[in-house]
């Protein structure tokens, strides 16, 4: 069984429309994490979510949003989409709840494509 | 605040080949450090992690890496290069708490036969 599952696979939107992204962990893991991948860029945190709660967010302008939900799955929403913001948006998990190592477990990522 | 380097961008070696991709750290104490590989299209794989102790720590895949404190290093290698090695990896770092784990820019690796 996969750790992380995300969907969808792949979205394709224009300008000006919002995405949602969503993450789902492992039973287990109370930690989400979301990075974007863009060409050339490597990886650029995101967000970090652990309990429901937002633990650290990245250099990302507010129109990058998101939540955990009580199961700990996770949503990550776009708004106003650029497009720069064409990206693999990928979702990782922490270990167990209460192993703070920075080992993550990553997903297959979402393409999101903005034309 | 932490920060990671991998100053090769692009590395091409041949099949059988051994390999050395670098990975500087920035941060004043002894972080976590990881180092990550990424198919085309997938998500990243951990292949190895050094939290403590001995500075040699061995991956999967026959890849090992070496914490190095006074370079603040932590290169990884691997003695003999196979074809499905191609792909990108990644270095990463981790100081505790309630930091984000920063990653560098990546490595890709091409395998020539």
């Known amino acids: 069984e996969a750790g992380v599952t995300q969907s969808p696979t792949h979205l394709i939107k224009t300008r000006g429309q919002q995405a949602t992204l969503r993450c789902s962990p492992i039973s287990g893991h109370t930690s989400v994490y979301w990075y974007q991948q863009a060409l050339g860029l490597g990886l650029q945190f995101l967000l970090w979510y652990d309990e429901g709660e937002e633990r650290n967010r990245g250099n990302f302008p507010p129109r990058f949003s998101g939540r955990q939900f009580p199961n700990y799955s996770s949503e990550l929403n776009v708004n106003a989409l650029e497009l720069e913001d064409s990206a693999l948006y990928l979702c990782a998990i922490g270990g167990l709840a209460g192993v703070d190592t920075g080992e993550l477990f990553f997903g297959e990522g979402s393409r999101l494509t903005v034309l | 605040a932490q920060s990671v380097t991998q100053p090769d961008i692009h590395i091409t070696v041949s099949e059988g080949a051994s390999l050395e991709l670098r990975c500087n750290y920035s941060?004043?104490?002894?972080?976590?450090l990881f180092w990550y590989v990424q198919s085309p299209g997938q998500g990243l794989q951990l292949l190895l992690k050094?939290?403590?102790?001995?500075?040699l720590v061995q991956g999967i895949k026959g890849f090992e890496a070496e914490f190095k404190r006074s370079q603040s290093s932590f290169n990884l290698r691997k003695p003999s290069v196979h074809w499905s090695d191609a792909a990108e990896y990644f270095c990463?770092?981790?100081?505790?708490?309630?930091?984000?784990?920063?990653f560098g820019t990546g490595t890709k690796l091409q395998v020539i036969p």
């Open positions: 941060y004043g104490a002894t972080p976590y």
């Open positions: 050094y939290f403590s102790g001995d500075t």
């Open positions: 990463a770092v981790y100081s505790g708490g309630y930091q984000k784990v920063t």
